[in-house]
């Protein structure tokens, strides 16, 4: 296996952050235009709409649990670590992190939405467990 491959996962999660930014300049331009909200309003986020302030809540999530998931990428990376396994488990917490954002940024049902979070970090402590025994020589 090509070690670059633990890129993509990693890209698929910059394209991510990418949609939730389209979604929030999209929700924030629509409020504004409605009357829901004034420009003066985004200065502080607790004045910002529902509308919008769900999706700056999901971007800010987006740089909380998937920061160890890039610096684990890279570890992966630098220590040959790249296989099967570690690449099917990048790519199971993005899907992850995809449905978390999609559950957040529409309907926000909780209970989906901490499922769904709470399965990408088990999928992300997993794969950290992997990387120590790789480190230790053990696989």
Known sequence: M??????????????????????MLKRRYEAVKSGEARISQYKVRSTEPASSVTVANNLINQFELPALFHVLCLA???????????????WLFIVTRYIHAWVHLNRNYVLHRSRTFFL????????????????????
Do not use: E
């Open 2 to 23: 090509h070690q670059t491959a633990i890129f993509w996962p990693m890209l698929a999660h910059v394209l991510l952050v990418y949609i939730v930014y389209l979604v």
């Open 76 to 90: 992966l990376f630098v220590t040959n670590g790249v296989n099967y396994l570690t690449l099917a488990l990048m």
């Open 120 to 139: 990408g970090g088990g999928i992300l402590l997993v794969a950290w467990i992997w990387f120590a025994f790789h480190l230790l020589g053990a696989v």
